[in-house]
């Protein structure tokens, strides 16, 4: 796989980075696909070898009201609501050495602050509703 060229403007930071790889701070978000892009990847600057696909709740026909706590919304140093983009990890699980049917982790989205690329994964808890 050959890395993307890093642009700023696509870099967000993580500063508690991502469940399970939170030594991983910076990433690059960007499209494989050409115009219309679904799907987006996730690729840590620090170990190439670690890529994440994402996709909008929308993409999924799903619809999240999610609660940030003024710590979450400190951290991303969000002060317009407007500016928040959430992504939801993606995924094919493997049996039998078969792929199955695209997977998204619904329970802990990403949450983006687009105007200071900072960015969280925020586990959702009794306030948060999917639909």
């Known amino acids: 796989m050959t890395m993307p060229t890093v642009q700023s403007d696509n870099t967000l930071s993580f500063p508690h980075g991502l469940i399970g790889y939170e030594q991983h701070n910076q990433f690059q978000l960007f499209s494989p696909e050409s115009d219309n892009p679904t799907v987006f990847e996730l690729q840590s600057l620090t170990d190439h070898g670690l890529a994440l696909s994402v996709v909008s709740p929308e993409a999924l026909k799903l619809q999240l009201s999610i609660t940030l706590t003024d710590e979450e919304s400190e951290l991303l140093e969000l002060s317009d609501p407007h500016d928040v983009v959430v992504a939801l990890i993606v995924y094919k699980p493997i049996e039998n050495d ?30 948060d509703t999917i639909n």
């Open 98 to 127: 078969v792929p199955q049917t695209m997977k998204a982790i619904v329970k802990a989205p990403i949450i983006i602050n687009s105007k200071s690329k900072l960015a969280i994964q925020k586990q959702l808890g009794e306030l």
